[in-house]
């Protein structure tokens, strides 16, 4: 297709739905390349449990922002932003249109809408908060922000306690929840951005995850895992397939209850993915079995409209 807008077609949706097959047929049908923004799949020694695109799927599309940090770096979603941003504006030089995806829902929309302004907070309050997870532990923390902010509470991931200080120290330090920060003052973009998103009904979203936890441990999961045991305090390794493992390894639990948490946890992440993602109303959404052509129609009719 030839057109004037430069435009970002964003691939989102729950955890083992499609998206990376969806994003290289993408990329293969545009001619295009591909930015991925899933927050553990930049990390190097996090290649299965990530569910990182393979190295056959990565030479049938460009990708970037695939494995291109240590778990040892200092990376967050500012920093993606304005990566990202950088990328975009080498890529639009030679294609009109880009491929975004991944399932983390604020390095997604650091990308299309910008980041959310916060004021700055004493440093002191996660310094106590700190402290009361080491002491109290993740629970009691979540009960918090639960109080003080029930949104945040059910939209974050609660499982992590740097995205829970991170709410809490907002609502202690402004006396306003976290939430009340959000969406506001977006900056504007010199591309337009079509989100398309893949949804299955719950069982099969479900299934999927388990089959995908499955061949995970099949292809060597706890063996990446057994090398990473040294480093598992580091945040990047705070994830899901990670840190269940870990305890297994640490003789806290079993192999098969071990392998059960990582079914459930996954199913709970996508639950809050897709909580996440809903809110945009502008997304067009998909059963994830949906064929390429009916997107890719789909996407040129709005490009049609708006060119």
Same mark, same amino acid.
Request: hydrophobic share 35%.
């Given at each position: 297709?030839?057109f004037?807008t430069?435009?970002?077609?964003?691939?989102?949706?729950?955890?083992?739905?499609g998206?990376?097959?969806?994003?290289?047929?993408?990329?293969?049908?545009?001619?295009t390349?591909?930015?991925s923004?899933?927050?553990?799949?930049?990390?190097?020694?996090?290649?299965?449990?990530?569910?990182?695109?393979?190295?056959?799927?990565?030479?049938?599309?460009?990708?970037?922002?695939?494995?291109?940090?240590?778990?040892?770096?200092?990376?967050?979603?500012?920093?993606?932003e304005?990566?990202?941003?950088?990328?975009?504006?080498?890529?639009?030089?030679?294609n009109?249109?880009?491929?975004?995806?991944g399932?983390?829902g604020?390095?997604?929309?650091?990308?299309?809408?910008?980041?959310?302004?916060?004021?700055?907070?004493?440093?002191?309050?996660?310094?106590?908060?700190?402290?009361?997870?080491?002491?109290?532990g993740?629970?009691?923390?979540?009960?918090?922000?639960?109080?003080?902010?029930?949104?945040?509470?059910?939209?974050?991931?609660?499982?992590?306690?740097?995205?829970?200080?991170?709410?809490l120290?907002?609502?202690? !330090?402004?006396?306003?929840?976290?939430?009340?920060?959000?969406?506001?003052?977006?900056?504007?973009?010199?591309f337009?951005?079509?989100?398309?998103?893949?949804?299955?009904?719950?069982?099969?979203?479900?299934?999927?995850?388990?089959?995908?936890?499955?061949?995970?441990?099949?292809? !060597?999961?706890?063996?990446?895992?057994k090398?990473?045991?040294?480093?598992?305090?580091?945040?990047?390794?705070?994830?899901?397939?990670?840190?269940?493992?870990?305890?297994?390894?640490?003789?806290?639990?079993?192999?098969?209850?071990?392998?059960?948490?990582?079914?459930?946890?996954?199913?709970?992440?996508?639950?809050?993915?897709?909580?996440?993602?809903?809110?945009?109303?502008?997304?067009?959404?998909?059963?994830?079995?949906?064929?390429?052509?009916?997107?890719?129609?789909?996407?040129?009719?709005?490009?049609?409209?708006n060119?």
């Amino acid at each position: 297709m030839d057109f004037k807008t430069k435009y970002l077609i964003a691939v989102i949706g729950p955890t083992a739905i499609g998206k990376t097959a969806l994003s290289i047929k993408l990329a293969q049908h545009f001619k295009t390349q591909i930015i991925s923004a899933d927050s553990r799949q930049f990390y190097k020694e996090m290649q299965i449990g990530t569910a990182a695109p393979t190295d056959e799927e990565l030479r049938a599309a460009p990708h970037h922002f695939i494995h291109h940090k240590s778990i040892h770096d200092d990376y967050n979603v500012g920093a993606f932003e304005k990566d990202a941003l950088l990328k975009l504006d080498e890529l639009y030089r030679d294609n009109n249109l880009v491929i975004l995806v991944g399932g983390s829902g604020l390095y997604v929309d650091a990308v299309t809408k910008g980041l959310d302004y916060f004021p700055e907070v004493n440093p002191e309050i996660r310094n106590e908060l700190n402290i009361e997870l080491k002491e109290k532990g993740l629970t009691h923390l979540q009960e918090k922000l639960q109080k003080l902010d029930n949104e945040s509470y059910q939209n974050i991931a609660i499982d992590n306690p740097h995205r829970v200080i991170r709410a809490l120290e907002i609502c202690l !330090g402004t006396g306003k929840p976290y939430s009340s920060f959000l969406n506001k003052g977006k900056v504007s973009r010199n591309f337009k951005t079509i989100t398309i998103g893949l949804d299955a009904e719950r069982p099969t979203i479900y299934d999927r995850i388990n089959k995908r936890v499955d061949i995970m441990m099949a292809m !060597g999961l706890l063996d990446e895992v057994k090398q990473l045991q040294k480093q598992q305090q580091l945040n990047a390794l705070n994830t899901v397939g990670y840190k269940e493992l870990f305890n297994y390894l640490k003789g806290t639990w079993d192999f098969d209850f071990a392998i059960s948490e990582i079914k459930k946890n996954s199913r709970r992440f996508a639950k809050r993915q897709l909580t996440w993602f809903k809110r945009n109303k502008q997304t067009l959404w998909f059963p994830y079995d949906t064929s390429l052509e009916n997107i890719t129609t789909e996407i040129e009719k709005i490009i049609t409209e708006n060119d």
